[in-house]
Every structure is written in C-alpha cells, then in structure tokens.
C-alpha cells in the first residue's frame, strides 16, 4: 500500500498543482470460496436460487479485525452467484460501510460492455482490460526479439541491474499511449 499510495499522490499531483485528494483505497478479491444462499426460500432468485442483487454481507463471516464485506452485485444468470470480496485498506475520507458499500455496488452498474450489472466494479474491469492490453504488447515484444529477455537468475551484479533498468525502459516505451487515445477510452 505504501508504494501505491505515494504514486496514487505523485499522479494526483502531475494534473493539479498542491492536489491532496482523500484516498479510498478497497482491494477487490473475486478468488475465494465464499457462496452464500437464502435462508427464507422466497426471497432466493432465478433457477440457481441466488441471493438477490445488491446483498452485502459485512458480519458473521468477515474479519473482525479489519474492514472487509462481500457484495453479490449481479443477478445469477446460470449456477450459483459467486459474491465479490472488498478488503479497504485505507479510507480518509471515512465514509461510513453503507455508503462505501452503496457506492461500491453502483459503480458495478456503469460497465460499458454489458447492460445489466457486473460482478466487479467497472472501475476494477477497465483496469483489468487495461493491463491485459499492455500484457499483449510485451509479450510481442518479447517475443519478436525488440526487447531482450531478463531473467532473475542475472540479476545477482551490478551490470545485471543497469541491464534490468534498460529492459524496463523498453517496456515502457512499447506500452506507452499515443496523444490521440489518451484521453479515450480505448481498452472499453
């Protein structure tokens, strides 16, 4: 987080002069195990006998320790919803759960692929589309020799760590956006 957080501030800043925004800072985890089900048969929905859209879970199976909740955002198509796991790691402008969790459940309904409401914030999609573009264009790089390969075992000298820093260099080069679609959503 505090890598993140100085970079989020650094950007912050590169835009507006003296910027100090309060941070909200939520990881999104949709890789548990974690399935919940009605207790009363008719509030349950469709053929898998999801829980409604919009159920946020935030006691009994959370951590007590930290500040985490689980938000079924979308209505289960086929089998059984799969909820969506938020940890906030930082929260300055200290907003209360039900707004955080109102907020978090509203932003899963403004993905511009899809009509309905998604598992995700779209947000955290776009970011995800976003990475695995740039993925794409390093790997074909790589693989078509523009860039040369790095590997850790090299990594133990010195020369190994300019060599590293050169790579990267590259690497960004080969990512970075053009003017005309910077502004743009083009990963949408």
Known sequence: ??????????????????CQPLIT?????????ARFFCCDEAAARGRGKNIPAGTVVDRAVTSPDEYDFFLC?????QGTSRPT???????????NAN???SITYYLCHIYGRCTRSVSIP?????????????RYHVLAA?????????SDEDSSSSSSSSK??????ELVKIIALHSRVKKVMYYA
């Open 25 to 33: 800072f939520v990881v999104v985890q949709k890789r548990h195990h």
């Open 142 to 150: 790589l693989n078509s020799g523009l860039v040369e390969k790095f």
């Open 122 to 134: 779209a947000p955290v999609y776009f970011a995800h589309l976003v990475c695995a573009r740039a």
């Open 73 to 77: 955002s979308h209505h289960g198509i």
């Open 164 to 169: 590293a820093e050169s790579v990267k260099a």
């Open 1 to 18: 987080l505090d890598e993140e957080l100085i970079a989020l501030r650094r950007a912050c800043k590169s835009f507006i002069k003296n």
């Open 85 to 95: 796991r938020y940890h906030v790691l930082l929260d300055e402008s200290n907003m």
């Open 99 to 101: 707004t955080m969790q």
